[in-house]
């Protein structure tokens, strides 16, 4: 079973930018990974998604600001934030899925201030 260990959360001014890491215990070169995000009284929901080819997707709110990256030698998934908003704001999940198996980390937190 693939563990994730998420990193890089903390308060950030809007405007500003963060940089998450999800490391994984094993290789990720054959799951498709992702970041997800959980606002307080919302459901979790889609931020990005990186193919085990290198293909991104991203949600409308953050097209344009997130970029998503994954580096396969260090079994490791990045996602760059820059602009952030306040809106921004939830805790943010790494996930690793593969065929019918889907992996979550912990998450970290993300505050934007405005």
């Known amino acids: 079973q693939v563990q994730l260990v998420e990193s890089g959360g903390g308060l950030v001014q809007a405007g500003g930018s963060l940089r998450l890491s999800c490391a994984a215990s094993?290789?990720?070169?054959?799951?498709?990974m992702g970041w997800y995000r959980q606002a307080p009284g919302k459901q979790r929901e889609l931020v990005a998604t990186?193919?085990?080819?290198?293909?991104?997707n991203y949600a409308d709110a953050v097209t344009g600001r997130f970029t998503i990256s994954r580096d396969n030698v260090k079994n490791t998934v990045y996602l760059q934030m820059n602009s952030l908003k306040p809106e921004d704001t939830a805790v943010y999940y790494c996930?690793?899925?593969?065929?019918?198996?889907?992996?979550w980390g912990q998450g970290t937190q993300v505050t934007v201030s405005s």
């Open positions: 996930k690793a899925e593969w065929r019918y198996n889907n992996y």
């Open positions: 094993e290789s990720i070169i054959i799951f498709t």
């Open positions: 990186i193919s085990m080819g290198g293909s991104a």
